[in-house]
């Protein structure tokens, strides 16, 4: 099946950093998505990419669809500490019957105060 | 807007018991989605349904694992017997259609003794 290979898998930075964190694929994915999942919780979608090469922000995260179409990133910009949480990227195929999609295993990340 | 609804949110029973769990997607979404979250990994989908028909149950382990939405609304996931290796999140998602964003609820947590 297919696989997302995510890294870092976790980051441990100060209030105030940027962090970057990616996806890659040995697949094509037609389109990329970032969620965030906090403690107790169900992810939340955070940015949708439809295009390869698409780059797209929302507040202080931008993220890239890769123009191979088989990696992503995310970047968060002057990190605050609401930022803590599991970043996950997934990957959707689509045609036929459904929209399959593929979650990396996530990156942990922690913002120091 | 209401969200997606699961209950219960923890759940522990021995190995062998049986276990369901209930999901209310949010109103108008005829996708729902059942994942299996196991602790440091992405959500892996299980069973997707369109209105009350199976689009894709190809990663339900069928010997133990069933689900329905007979009236194409609310949903019931099923284990029977569990396993230890059943420990996980179990989250349910909705989307207006296939393709479409997908919005989870907040899981449930089982643990298998």
């Known amino acids: 099946g297919q696989q997302l290979n995510q890294s870092p898998q976790s980051m441990f930075i100060q209030e105030g950093e940027d962090v970057s964190m990616n996806c890659t694929s040995s697949s094509i994915f037609n389109t990329w998505l970032w969620y965030k999942q906090e403690p107790g919780e169900g992810p939340v979608l955070l940015i949708a990419l439809y295009k390869a090469g698409e780059l797209t922000s929302n507040g202080r995260l931008t993220a890239q669809f890769g123009i191979t179409r088989k990696d992503s990133f995310l970047n968060i910009s002057a990190s605050i500490p609401s930022d803590v949480g599991i970043y996950f990227c997934a990957g959707r195929t689509s045609g036929g019957s459904n929209y399959k999609l593929t979650f990396g295993k996530g990156t942990l990340l922690t913002v120091n105060p | 807007e209401a969200g997606v609804a699961q209950s219960p949110r923890y759940k522990i029973i021995e190995k062998r018991q049986s276990v369901a769990f209930w999901c209310n997607p949010i109103s108008g979404h005829a996708t729902l989605y059942w994942y299996q979250q196991i602790l440091g990994q992405g959500p892996k989908l299980l069973i997707q349904?369109?209105?009350?028909?199976?689009?894709?149950d190809s990663q339900l382990p069928k010997d133990r694992f069933s689900a329905e939405r007979l009236k194409g609304v609310d949903s019931t996931l099923k284990i029977q017997p569990a396993k230890l290796e059943d420990s996980a999140v179990y989250l349910c998602?909705?989307?207006f259609g296939r393709g479409e964003t997908q919005y989870f609820g907040p899981g449930t947590r089982l643990l298998v003794l």
């Open positions: 998602a909705s989307s």
């Open positions: 349904f369109q209105n009350n028909g199976v689009v894709d």
